[in-house]
RNA sequence: GGCUCGGUGGCGGAAUGGUAGACGCACAACACUUAAAAUGUUGCGUCCUCUGGACAUGAGGGUUCGAGUCCCUCCCGGGCCACCA
């Protein structure tokens, strides 16, 4: 059999060298997309070039779109199927300042390490529109769309926090804080202000809310975004201040039919009306000047913790009363106004009125300050709430509320605010979780952010004709406490040069996220000097059609991409609302412990080991065939030479049926039906289930060639190879040329860019169906039925009373009803 | 805690409410071989009184002629977010 040998090294290298002369794929000006083409964009998942190279979880999601690709262009679709990298990032950066490479020439070489790799596995990419974020050519535009927003008020600055470890004077990235304490020392990271850029995403809040109806995404991921924006309907109240003129608190609550169970207020420690206390804009009696002291500490104690602090610290709630009390106008009670760090400046009004009887964390802070506690809801029990488990946050009838007793929540909430709106206590509100996009980054490896400073210290934007705005190389990357470009000396120099004495650049970089929010916009104009892309170009090609993205950043990358694209459709260069208009995730490829994979845990599988070992066809089909595309799934070690097998039969099967004119029928139905099974898989993304329907076709056609001593013919042979050729692509190129064409054509065509077979419906039906018989539901037997006589009930009903296997279950029974779905299943229900 | 996805043989997984376990791996026996590998053939959910039958899709209920699939209650596992008022 050593003749039928696929050998896989010298012919995937083989045919890797062929492509890669013809440029296969590659967009060219006449392969420029028409109006009335049928355009499909497909878009991969930015990736960054990490220097570890290519991991199997990449090979799994790009042999998925590739297939797609492979598939929908021999069906006759235009496909933009485009690559590149999102470059900059900490990584690279941390590299460097381990090692003092600088990050353009690790980065380099990671790329190079992946094209190389990608290229193995046979992905089909239009490699002419390749780019990377930190080439200038590419950063260039990120900043003119910075200045885009910093023209329209979009880009801003503010005062924001940022972790930061006093030890190694430097800002660390949340990933760089580990239990609150800086990972390179250990140091405790605290929280520091710093002035900071921002872009207003939240201008857009309600369209990144409701353009999500309008996009083909997994529900999940719409929640998720959902979520994030966090869109809460409440009502702001407003309390005065007791002993006071003009002074008010007021309150964001979504459940303010609970009002006459509040006992307490609670500010966040950032407070305006904390601030005014300390700064003694208010004047205070003797007893809250006795408080100012422990304010002032818990004020500052507060924000010295980070995040992570807050979190860690869990349930245990801290605080300190203020000395002043605010009016609760309903009942006329008095209300004690708190500080503590539970309640978050950002969100709603930064103060919460507190219902402790229900609401958890109420609860908690009322119980550690000896705050009472009144039940207003009954849920059963109308008792007093001592414990945590007694705590009800769900619906139940109102006590204890004067209007409101008996009614139901639902009912009280809608009422209460009514009544405190007609009151004037009261005004309806939207709140949102989502806030503005802090972008600024204290790095040297990314996107410099195009303003300059006047000697009075106002910003101004770079000039557009000084963009791109260079990364200077002339930089010290070891953390001093300052953004590393403030060591740049060719920087300052050029921002005097260009813009006078005095003057100095902005010295933090862009957010990566910038980067990677409109990289698939200048994919398709990709070395344009003049524009970030032609517009022709950008309405034609996008939206994207499907977008396959890990389940990792389906939060923050996308909600940004979908800022940017309504943001520059807002400025007149877009025509669409939604940059993707179908998105599927894959899932993880996990080691074969079934844990994610890891160095430490030593169970990482290198692709490169597989294709020296199997070849890359295995690879891919083995991938694809492990299950379904979006489900986590652990490698298994052994069944890849399952497809190894599968491949080698193939070869030998073909290599040594019987030629003959004709196939055998009964195959030829069966390469029919395999082909509309595959058909209609691959668009779904169903893989593994196109790959079981091709196992079964080589099944019967090895024992259709044993038994009948016939095959297929070398037409439908031909049909068999091109239904395979998006899976293996270098295993049906070899069998194509060596078969079909010969090596010595003139014009060179690929089967990749042949047409895909269409199945012949004739053929696909089955002469005679299998109906199932059941007795009360139990299968009892079966019986064959010609296709053409299914819809005969009476016809087919006599048959299965007559059957051997059902005779002795239905003799002397009284049958007392008869159910027959046609063409599929019998059911005599006994009386 | 919130949202979300899932639980089917030894393993990965199939299955528009209609024969549960397709396809692949592993395993076992046999053939070929001096032997091994490779390849081929056969078997492979559990149990029983075995040419047949009973039980089986995390547990328990329900709807239905019929439930892995739909509904309810619960248990377990994964992912994301997490003191959001």
Redesign the pocket.
Known sequence: ?SHHFYDHQSIEEKWLSVWEKQKLFWSTEEQTITAKDQKEYLLFAFAYPSGTGLHVGHVESKTALDIYARFSRMNGKKVFFPVGWDAFGLPAENFAIKSGIPPAVTTKNAIDTFRRQIKRLAISYDWANEITTNHPGYYKWTQWIFLQFYKKGLAYRGIGMVNWCPNDQTVLANEQVVDGKCERCGTQVVQKELEQWYFKITAYTEELLSGLHQVDWP??TK??QE??I?K?E?INITYQVEGTQDLTVT?????PETNFGATFIVL?PEHQFVKDILNKKTSLNADQKKQLKKIQAYVKQAAAKT?LD??S?????TGVFTGFYAKNQLNNTLLPIWIS??????????A??G?PAH?L??F?FAKAFEIPIVRVISDGEDGLIEREDQVYEDHGKMINSEFLNGLDVLDATAKMIDHLEAKGWGKRVV?Y?LRDWLISRQRYWGAPIPIVYDPEGKPHPVKEEHLPWMLPTDVDFKPTGESPLKSSKEFFERTEQLYGKGWTPECDTMDTFVDSSWYFLRYVDSRNPKEFARKDQLNKLLPVDLYLIG??H??LHLLYARFFTKFLRDEGYLKFDEPFMKMRHQGMILGPD?K?MSKSKGNVINPDEIIEKYGADTLRIYEM????LE????W?P??V???Y??L??IYALIQSQPATQQSEPGLQKKLHQTLQKVTQDIPQL?F??A??AL??MV?TW??TV?KAKRGLSAEDTNIFVKMIAPFAPFFAEEIYHSMFVGDNSEHFTSIHQTEWPVFDPRLTQEDQV?V?I?V?????G?IKVASDQISDRERVLVAAKEEE?IIK?ITDQHIA?E?Y?PG??I?F?LA
Not at 251 to 255: G, S
Not at 341 to 350: E, H, I
Not at 625 to 628: D, R, T, Y
Not at 776 to 780: C, E, L, P, Q, T
């Open positions: 059999m529900k999940p929640q998720q979520n994030w966090g809460k409440g309150c964001f609550t979504t459940r966040a995040e807050r979190l610290e869990g349930k245990k709630k760090d539970f309640v978050l400046a950002g969100f709603g009004t930064g919460v009125v219902v609401d964390r109420d908690q709140s979780k389940p990792e389906i939060v079934g994610k065939f492990m299950g379904p489900a986590d799934k652990p298994d052994g069944s030479i399952g497809i097998r599968f080698q039969r169903k593994n289930t790959i079981a196992m079964i099944n090895e024992e044993k299998t199932v059941q009360n539901g139990k299968v009892r079966q296997s279950w009803k159910i779905v599929k299943v059911n229900v």
